[in-house]
T-cell receptor, first 115, second 116 residues
Framework: EAGVTQSPTHLIKTRGQQATLRCSPI?????VYWYQQALGLGLQFLLW???????NRGNFPPRFSGRQFPNYSSELNVNALELEDSALYLC??????????????FGQGTRLTVV | AQSVTQLGSHVSVSEGALVLLRCNYS??????LFWYVQYPNQGLQLLLK??????LVKGINGFEAEFKKSETSFHLTKPSAHMSDAAEYFC??????????????FGRGTSLIVHP
């Protein structure tokens, strides 16, 4: 069974550009979570999608947005890129909404570098 | 609001020695607690989870953690460290304050260094 897949693995953008990151959850999982992992800051919660709807978002500016498609895959869009957006972006999926007592499965991440 | 504090950004042990990674949480309701491991250039893998059943939880790779409500702690231990345990470890708490949202919150991580 395929795990959570993220693409691209690496992405280099210049300041002011837009970045699009993609995530395919494990088959049968309806919830997708996005996290930003910047150096020394742990995982910061970005967005939670469940059944095609945005259920919650973390303390990030509106230029961080996304969506979930009918097949439960998800996109994260970052507009007007800033240097401090450079980080590893992790996607996770789970069977039920917001983990509850179920495990979240993580992808390998997309390394975004803004120059 | 819920939060997680991991004491020590780096822990260094010798191979064969006890591993102890500390995690304290704050939550207004009984929490669900998790430990994850992240190897270089990889995503996070679940080690173990506590969901209000047994307070001593056994996970993969010989790790275990004990939930202590009085101390609001969920420390991760392993009796004997292996070189392959060198990685970043994250503690996470998940339980919404009003029961409607369970957004998982992660600590900043502890880097485990194992010396031969």
């Amino acid at each position: 069974e395929a795990g959570v897949t993220q693409s691209p693995t690496h992405l280099i953008k210049t300041r002011g550009q837009q970045a699009t990151l993609r995530c395919s959850p494990i088959s049968g999982h309806t919830s997708v979570y996005w996290y930003q992992q910047a150096l020394g800051l742990g995982l910061q919660f970005l967005l939670w999608y469940d059944e095609g709807e945005e259920r919650n978002r973390g303390n990030f500016p509106p230029r961080f947005s996304g969506r979930q498609f009918p097949n439960y895959s998800s996109e994260l869009n970052v507009n007007a890129l800033e240097l401090e957006d450079s980080a590893l972006y992790l996607c996770a999926s789970s069977l039920e909404g917001a983990l509850r007592n179920t495990e979240a499965f993580f992808g390998q991440g997309t390394r975004l570098t803004v120059v | 609001a819920q939060s997680v504090t991991q004491l020590g950004s780096h822990v260094s042990v010798s191979e064969g020695a006890l591993v102890l990674l500390r995690c304290n949480y704050s939550s207004s309701v009984p929490p669900y607690l998790f430990w994850y491991v992240q190897y270089p250039n990889q995503g996070l893998q679940l080690l173990l989870k506590y969901t209000s059943a047994a307070t001593l939880v056994k996970g993969i790779n010989g790790f275990e953690a004990e939930f202590k409500k009085s101390e609001t702690s969920f420390h991760l231990t392993k009796p004997s460290a292996h070189m392959s345990d060198a990685a970043e470890y994250f503690c996470a708490v998940s339980r919404g304050p009003s029961g409607g949202s369970y957004i998982p919150t992660f600590g900043r991580g502890t880097s485990l260094i194992v010396h031969p």
